[in-house]
């Protein structure tokens, strides 16, 4: 069974352009979170959807964040226009249920390094 | 203001001791714990958890204890292997239900050498 995938592996753009990071889920997996490294800092939460809705997004930074999940299979994070402190380590995880987590059923990607110069 | 805490960002051991990472928390109402562990360029992948109603659980060489008065908890890897170097985050579960978010600790770099 293929994991969470995520694209680009690695993404190196210029400040004020526009970058969009795609995330597959798990097949099946109706939970689907975002989360990020700054360098130097925590993994923070940015948002989780459930299917196609927007559970929580109380964790996105600001307006210049957008994530979309249409049909609730993958999902894309735009961030446009890019910043310098948009750079980071862009993880994406998904699960069955909200409440698998207790028990470890989160599945991380590989994660999108984004480096905005 | 950071709710967990991982004090120590690194940490190297000798193959067959044991390794003893550490983690504070501010939040009294968080109910579950866990620790993840990252390879390089690799995500996140669950290693133990525990429940805010127990002092320990157990899980081959992985033993994670939980003292709630003092809002700390420690993961316990006995005996250390060499497959074993890699960053350990400690995380602990907000929210309820169907809504759910970890909150991170920064992460411990563990080496155990040979």
């Known amino acids: 069974e293929a994991g969470v995938t995520q694209f680009p592996s690695h993404s190196v753009i210029e400040k004020g352009q526009t970058v969009t990071l795609r995330c597959d889920p798990i097949s099946g997996h109706d939970n689907l979170y975002w989360y990020r490294r700054v360098m130097g800092k925590e993994i923070k939460f940015l948002l989780h959807?459930?299917?196609?809705?927007?559970?929580?997004e109380s964790g996105m930074p600001n307006n210049r964040f957008l994530a979309e999940r249409t049909g609730g299979t993958y999902s894309t994070l735009k961030v446009q226009p890019a910043e310098l402190e948009d750079s980071g380590v862009y993880f994406c995880?998904?699960?069955?249920?909200?409440?698998?987590?207790?028990?470890?059923?989160?599945?991380f990607g590989e994660g999108s390094r984004l480096t905005v110069l | 203001d950071q709710q967990v805490k991982q004090n120590s960002p690194s940490l190297s051991v000798q193959e067959g001791r044991i390794s003893i990472l550490n983690c504070d928390y501010t939040?009294?109402?968080?109910?579950?714990f866990l620790w993840y562990k990252k390879y390089p360029a690799e995500g996140p992948t669950f290693l133990i958890s525990?429940?805010?109603i127990k002092d320990k659980n157990e899980d081959g060489r992985f033993t994670v204890f939980l003292n709630k008065s003092a809002k700390h908890l420690s993961l316990h890897i006995v005996p250390s292997q060499p497959g074993d170097s890699a960053v350990y985050f400690c995380a602990a579960l907000s929210g309820t239900g169907n809504n759910r978010k970890l909150i991170w600790g920064l992460g411990t770099s563990l080496a155990v050498n040979p």
């Open positions: 995880a998904s699960s069955q249920t909200g409440t698998e987590i207790l028990f470890g059923e989160l599945f």
């Open positions: 959807f459930v299917k196609e809705s927007k559970q929580d």
């Open positions: 525990i429940s805010s």
């Open positions: 939040n009294s109402m968080f109910d579950y």
